[in-house]
């Protein structure tokens, strides 16, 4: 098979699953939007509220993947901005962390700050968007109810940040290969959703901090993703 050949089956299969993508929300706004109309007595009050949290979760779901397109056609014309300054983590995290709870309610999310504050040179929308990535992946792989931990620390030079899940866990040859545009473990993929450009994009995000990012293998279950961020030199406290 030619490279061109390859290209377009990565293309064409790509289009398919992000059609797929796009329409499920869609489906599932206008379901619950129509049952909300139809809600009208006093009784259906909180069926209604339900049906709107429902919307309201999907609305987003469909805002996340409409901006996963729009991040990588910027990051690969180069036009991807940062919006950098300096922040201290422990409150950085602190006020993050109740957000990432609401993205996935059906966990159990839990951080370990510091052990004093340490201060890095940021894009706080885009550094969000990466724990918003990692947080959303652990709970897609892992069971309800299950444990999800945020783990900070820093030594002289770098603040390192570990999301930890209790989830299925990542085939050793596909440790790196999940940071790749696209990518799909073809023995998940068709059980769980998702197109391959979340963890592509944080690992951009990521690089353009001049920090790392690298996936393992808990035992005896689970995945770790950790990123690491450069201190700013002058505020360590």
Not at 74 to 100: D, F, H, I
């Amino acid at each position: 098979m030619t490279e061109g050949n390859v290209q377009r089956k990565v293309l064409d299969r790509f289009v398919t699953v992000v059609s797929h993508e796009l329409k499920t929300p869609l489906t599932s706004i206008m379901a619950f939007t129509h049952l909300a109309r139809e809600a009208g007595s006093a009784e259906d009050m909180l069926k209604t509220r339900y049906y709107l949290e429902k919307i309201d979760r999907q609305a987003l779901k469909l805002h996340s993947l409409i901006q996963q397109l729009l991040d990588i056609s910027w990051m690969e014309s180069g036009k991807m901005t940062y919006c950098m300054q300096e922040r201290a983590w422990n409150v950085y995290l602190r006020e993050a962390v109740p957000q990432l709870q609401y993205l996935v309610p059906g966990h159990r999310l839990l951080w370990q700050p510091c052990h004093s504050e340490a201060w890095v040179c940021m894009d706080t929308l885009r550094i969000e968007q990466v724990l918003t990535n990692l947080v959303a992946n652990a709970a897609k792989y892992s069971s309800p109810n299950t444990y999800i931990n945020i783990d900070c620390s820093f030594d002289s030079d770098n603040l390192t940040v570990c999301v930890r899940d209790q989830g299925i866990g990542i085939r050793p040859e596909n440790r790196t290969r999940i940071f790749e545009k696209y990518f799909r473990d073809e023995t998940v993929a068709g059980k769980y959703g998702g197109f391959g450009m979340g963890l592509y994009i944080s690992s951009g995000i990521i690089r353009a901090h001049k920090g790392t990012i690298r996936a393992d293998k808990n035992e005896p279950e689970g995945s770790s993703f950790y990123f690491t961020l450069p201190l700013s030199r002058s505020s360590v406290c």
